[in-house]
C-alpha cells in the first residue's frame, strides 16, 4: 500500500458500472481505490469487469472490512467525506499526497457520522437536485486534487 498518492474510497458501492468506472479512474490517474464494506454486487461481476475494460490489472486495489481497519492501518491519514449534506465546498480542500477521499453508496450516501465530521465536503449542485452520479462525483474532485499536486 502506498500512501505517497490519491487514495480513493467507496464506502459500500451498490453499482458495479460506477466501481468499474472509478477503477478506470484511479488506473489512469495512479490513485489507489479502497472498497470498504458490504459491496453491492461481486467484483467479478461482467458488468463491474466491462465497466473497468482492461484496465483491472493496472489498479492498486484494496477490499477492507471497515471504515476502522482503514483507519488502523492509516492512523495518521486525513480523510475527506464527499456528500450533499454539508455547505462546505471539496474546492476549499487543500489536497496533500496520501489523502483519502470518501464517497458513500449510490442510493443512501455516507451514514451520518462522516457526514457531520469537520471534513465533510460537498460538490455544488443546483438547488432541488439530489446528486451527481458516483463515477463523476469521484472524477471531480478527484481532478481537483491532481490539478493541485499533479499526478
Known amino acids: ?9 467507496l464506502y ?11 477503477a478506470r479512474l484511479c488506473a489512469c490517474c495512479g490513485a489507489s481505490l479502497y472498497l470498504v464494506g458490504k459491496l453491492g454486487f461481486s467484483l467479478s461481476s ?3 469487469k466491462r465497466a473497468g475494460l482492461d484496465y ?6 484494496h477490499k ?13 491519514g486525513t480523510f475527506y467525506y464527499l456528500t450533499t449534506k454539508t455547505d462546505k465546498l471539496y474546492t476549499d480542500i487543500k489536497f496533500k499526497d496520501g489523502d483519502f477521499i470518501v464517497f458513500g453508496p ?6 451520518d457520522k462522516y457526514v457531520k465530521d469537520e471534513n465533510a465536503r460537498t460538490i455544488p449542485m443546483k438547488e432541488g437536485q439530489r446528486s451527481l ?11 481537483e486534487a491532481i490539478r ?3 499526478i
Open 64 to 76: 477492507i472490512d471497515s471504515m476502522d481497519e482503514l483507519y488502523k492501518m492509516f492512523p495518521d
Open 1 to 9: 500500500m502506498n500512501q505517497n498518492k490519491l487514495n480513493i474510497v
Open 56 to 61: 483491472w490489472d493496472s489498479v492498486d486495489l
Open 12 to 22: 459500500e458501492p451498490e453499482i458495479p458500472q460506477n466501481t468499474g468506472n472509478i
Open 106 to 111: 449510490e442510493t443512501r450516501g455516507l451514514p
Open 148 to 150: 493541485q499536486n499533479g
Open 46 to 48: 461482467k458488468y463491474t
Open 133 to 143: 452520479n458516483l463515477s463523476n462525483s469521484v472524477a471531480i474532485v478527484a481532478y
